[in-house]
């Protein structure tokens, strides 16, 4: 993990440490549960999102089958329910689709703003009072 960033800058949204997104299945572009990020992570693995169906459905229409097991890759397949780290860039497709699944802001990773701004972050937020 030496390739991942500084601890500072593993920071969610809303400017604190990063939690855990999910660990079972275990999810993040290091498989770490956590939606880090670093250098070899060119697809911005940062979007803690509760997948769905319809988010499913839409992704594997898109070429990204993550509900299929895959256990050559240790995959187990995506479940409604599961949360997954996102890219941030699907997460934007979903969205500009109109399936966006919604986040878990606390395990979202900062490097998403650069995708997409906090306001439409917080419409999909899972854990906003």
Known sequence: M??????????????EPLQSCCTDPMTG???????ETGPQ??????VCA?????FLAFSKS?????????????????KPGDRWCLCAARWVEALEAG???????????KRVLDF????VLKQHALDLN
């Open 50 to 54: 509760e997948v769905n169906a319809d």
């Open 2 to 15: 030496a390739d991942l960033q500084s601890a500072d800058t593993q920071l969610n949204v809303l400017g």
């Open 116 to 119: 997409i701004s906090f306001e």
């Open 29 to 35: 572009f290091y498989r770490s549960g956590n939606c």
């Open 62 to 78: 898109r070429g990204n089958d993550l509900s299929t097991p895959q256990p050559d890759f240790g995959f187990p397949g995506l």
């Open 41 to 46: 992570d060119f697809g911005a693995h940062v």
């Open 99 to 109: 399936f966006a699944p919604p986040v878990k802001l606390t395990a979202t990773h």
